[in-house]
């Protein structure tokens, strides 16, 4: 692709230092952009479980932005998951070959190599959020809770599922978040059961509570994920929100009252609830969505990751294609996008039901397919079908 022609909105501002905005910002600079990322945290948020990346599309980019290697060098190598029941005895396994990834990160890594491939080219700034977004004719003006106004030419928003530009420029969350039944939180612990290299998972109707090793052993991530209804809250009390966890499974055996006792010392406790993002078009004018703020999967579907990666060098490769042109650009990185994204997000169908089986029949149903799926014809399919969709993109060269 022949991109030499002068480029215009150069100066532009991404909301969000999570995956999505770093990636973004590398390929912005890479083709002559110069990106701005603000994080409302005060440093890197850099919490979460392991993240997949699936196939060649995956790959190309993160080979492209030359840290496949780095990756790789971080990449957990989990072996099997296993189901176990009250007492810690293995009763079904989830095998590694059918369910991970071509490379599996702890979301943190990853979020720390983009920084580190950003930090010295990109300007950063954290600990502030953008409060409004006002479109002039040739730019954007934008305030902030804490820096001084700015005009920028363009603004992304790549800041998650509850995206702020969202709700600044196309309106309340509500409109484009569908819940799905389902909370989760997520935090470090000391590898407290002596995993290695492996993980374990206890059902109890309504709800799952797992843990992995994690850093060669050196540590652990606690995942719970549950039906029963949360009440309202602000997002931001990881007090409250511990309590809730609390007790939403008390009572829940195994050892799950130690993983909770080591919650309040967690210090990257992650709640939310699971849901994803629909938004009819990912721009108004000068502002576009990137990643969970466009069109968030959920962490069921186990493609977030990747579709944040791959829709960030789409779009900056549409935005230099159009010589900085948001209208074209920010069109072709929709057209690109949208049919991939939505695959992705069909992957998650079914999933929460397989995860969290809701009562005593489907939890027995869940870990008995899983004990016969070794012996299974249908065995290769699953893991056949999540990287068909992975793979339903076809990335283009834009000449860098
Ligand atoms: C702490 C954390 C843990 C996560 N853990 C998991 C996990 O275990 N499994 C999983 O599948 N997914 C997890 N996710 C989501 C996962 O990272 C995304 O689905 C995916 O990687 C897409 O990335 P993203 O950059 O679009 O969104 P995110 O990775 O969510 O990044 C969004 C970034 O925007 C920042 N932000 C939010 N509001 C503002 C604001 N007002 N102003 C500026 N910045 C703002 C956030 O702090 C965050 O750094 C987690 C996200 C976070 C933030």
New binding site residues.
Partial sequence: MDITRPLKNKNILI???????PALAYWLHRHGFAPTV????AA????????DFRGEAHLTVLDRMGVLADVRREQTHMGVMWYVDGTGRRIASMPADVYSGDLEIL?GDL?RILHAKTADRVEYVFD???TSIAEEEDGVRVTFERSAPRRFDLVVG????????RALAFGPERRFLREMGLH?A?FTTPNLLGLDRTGHIHNTPGRAVAVYSARRNTEARA?FYFTSPVPDHDRHDTGLQRKILAEAFAGAGWETSRLLEAMWEAP?F?F?SIGQVHVDGWSRGRTVL????AC????LS?M??G??MVGAYVLAGELAAAAGDHRVGFARYEEAMRGYARGCQRSADGVGAWMVPGNRFMTWFVHRSHRLLPYMPGKGLIARNIRKTANAITLKDYGL
């Fill in positions: 909301s969000g230092a999570g995956v999505a905005g603000l994080e409302r945290a890197l948020r850099d919490g979460g479980y392991a993240v979301r979020v502030d959020s953008i790549a800041d998650g599922v509850h995206s702020n530009v989760c997520i995942m990257d992650y939310d990137l990643g969970d703020a968030c999967a959920s962490p186990g977030g990751t579709l944040a």
